[in-house]
């Protein structure tokens, strides 16, 4: 069959890195792509909210699956837009609709749907402008640190954690009054901070049966030894050491399947991936947030460790038969680390040519923010290049990884010396 994936990332270079394997796959195309796209797919020049110009492709290219990558889409509504069109309701779209989108598109419908079902969560309160004042006294009714999320969508930037009351209340108003992130902190939601080691747990859902891959741990601050400002991710794991059977049965019964079967009562139409960000307090899972698509760079430690044919997998999922798949995974360690342009995850240079490349051995690249300029590839966002390996133990994985990052070079070029270190 002729594939879409809808995404610019490593996650979308992932997805059509593991598509392109299947012998079910005919023609594979990625939109907008980017340089490690354009060697095993066609790219299509063309933005993932632009559903007019996606609906025309689809129909041109005679696509029957599309994989949604990347959040925007979903959360507006990229699933019913193919639903309510004549030409193409019969395309198997991999990403939930947009009333169970809201899930990552607001903080708050996510804390009140975990209330609803009873999803271990921390406690929380929401505030607007309008009343700032109740907001500056629940904070003074929490315990330092103080966690503030803007309620809509901040490209994983909208979520901070401070330890000065003074600091977290000016922070408030520079949210709520000042728009810090723009639309998405309009409304606050403050949360009780929770203390622990964090996780992402991923289940793919049919709407009806459920399946959940590896877990992986991904490290979000731009500085070694967890410092500094909040990233997309600057490396992941997988699986997670100190996931043991116990804890991940509480996850399952405790977590997992609430949600599938709250989305279900909620009448909140659900095909695709449930990202779920975990905390380990003490030995209980609880829920930080949900993400309705996979997260990045986990996808980039998740994907490669699956056996199983991801078309297979994705077609069983538009049919609601994915209970009749069972998976299959490839049991050493998979870690990845993040090269990233210098100043991000501030302001920061595009443009410099990226060198090594064919250098790279027995580690899988991903690429991310690049693009194939004049047959030089070239830096085009902030994260740029993943660098996946597969090692007995972490360490040998980490140590792989670490090897072949040696042999790339663009300006500035930055990532953590110390992916792993908590082990």
């Known amino acids: 069959m002729n594939i879409l994936v809808l995404g610019s990332g490593g996650r979308e270079h992932t997805f059509a890195w593991k598509i392109s394997q299947s012998p079910l796959c005919k023609s594979l195309f990625v939109a907008p792509?980017?340089?490690?796209?354009?060697?095993?797919?066609?790219?299509?020049?063309?933005?993932?909210?632009?559903?007019?110009?996606?609906?025309?492709?689809?129909?041109?290219?005679?696509?029957?699956?599309?994989?949604?990558?990347?959040?925007?889409?979903?959360?507006?509504?990229?699933h019913d837009f193919f639903l309510k069109d004549s030409e193409l309701k019969h395309v198997n779209v991999i990403g939930p609709q947009k009333a169970a989108a809201e899930l990552e598109g607001s903080k708050e419908f996510a804390k009140k749907f975990m209330m609803r079902h009873n999803i271990p969560t921390a406690a929380y309160e929401s505030f607007t402008a309008a009343n700032l004042e109740e907001g500056y006294a629940f904070l003074e009714s929490l315990q330092a640190p103080y966690v503030l999320k803007a309620d809509g969508l901040a490209a994983g930037k909208g979520v901070l954690i401070l330890n000065n009351l003074d600091e977290a209340k000016n922070e408030l108003k520079n949210m709520l009054v000042d728009s810090k992130f723009g639309n998405a902190s309009t409304k606050v939601v403050i949360e009780e901070f929770l203390d622990g080691i964090?996780?992402?747990?991923?289940?793919?859902?049919?709407?009806?049966?459920?399946?959940?891959?590896?877990?992986?741990?991904?490290?979000?601050?731009?500085?070694?030894?967890?410092?500094?400002?909040?990233?997309?991710?600057?490396?992941?794991?997988?699986?997670?050491?100190?996931?043991?059977?116990?804890?991940?049965?509480?996850?399952?019964?405790?977590?997992?399947?609430?949600?599938?079967?709250?989305?279900?009562?909620?009448?909140?139409?659900?095909?695709?991936?449930?990202?779920?960000?975990?905390?380990k307090v003490g030995d209980d899972p609880k829920v930080i947030e949900y993400n309705v698509r996979m997260g990045d760079p986990e996808t980039e430690v998740v994907l490669p460790r699956l056996k199983t044919d991801l078309v297979e997998i994705f077609t069983a999922m538009g049919n609601q038969t994915l209970n009749k798949i069972s998976l299959e995974f490839d049991e050493r360690a998979a870690t990845t680390i993040m090269l990233v342009s210098g100043g991000y995850p501030e302001a920061y240079e595009k443009g410099k040519e990226i060198s090594g490349i064919e250098a790279v051995e027995d580690s899988i690249l991903f690429h991310a923010g690049a693009q194939e300029k004049e047959s030089k590839v070239i830096t085009s966002g902030g994260r740029v290049m993943a660098v996946t390996s597969f090692g007995n133990t972490y360490d040998e994985a980490i140590k792989k990884s670490y090897q072949?990052?040696?042999?790339?070079?663009?300006?500035?070029?930055?990532?953590?010396?110390d992916i792993g270190f908590d082990l």
Do not use: W
Not at 45 to 68: A, C, M, Q, Y
């Open 33 to 78: 792509g980017n340089s490690g796209t354009s060697k095993i797919a066609t790219n299509l020049p063309i933005g993932v909210t632009d559903f007019e110009s996606i609906k025309t492709e689809v129909l041109k290219n005679k696509i029957e699956l599309v994989i949604v990558g990347p959040e925007d889409p979903l959360v507006q509504g990229i």
């Open 198 to 279: 964090e996780l992402s747990c991923f289940v793919l859902t049919d709407g009806k049966n459920y399946k959940i891959l590896p877990t992986a741990k991904d490290y979000k601050r731009i500085g070694e030894g967890d410092t500094g400002l909040n990233t997309g991710g600057m490396g992941a794991v997988s699986p997670v050491p100190f996931a043991t059977e116990d804890f991940l049965n509480k996850i399952e019964t405790r977590i997992v399947k609430p949600t599938i079967e709250g989305l279900q009562k909620d009448n909140l139409p659900y095909v695709g991936f449930v990202f779920i960000g975990l905390i």
């Open 404 to 417: 072949n990052i040696e042999k790339l070079y663009f300006d500035k070029m930055y990532y953590r010396k």
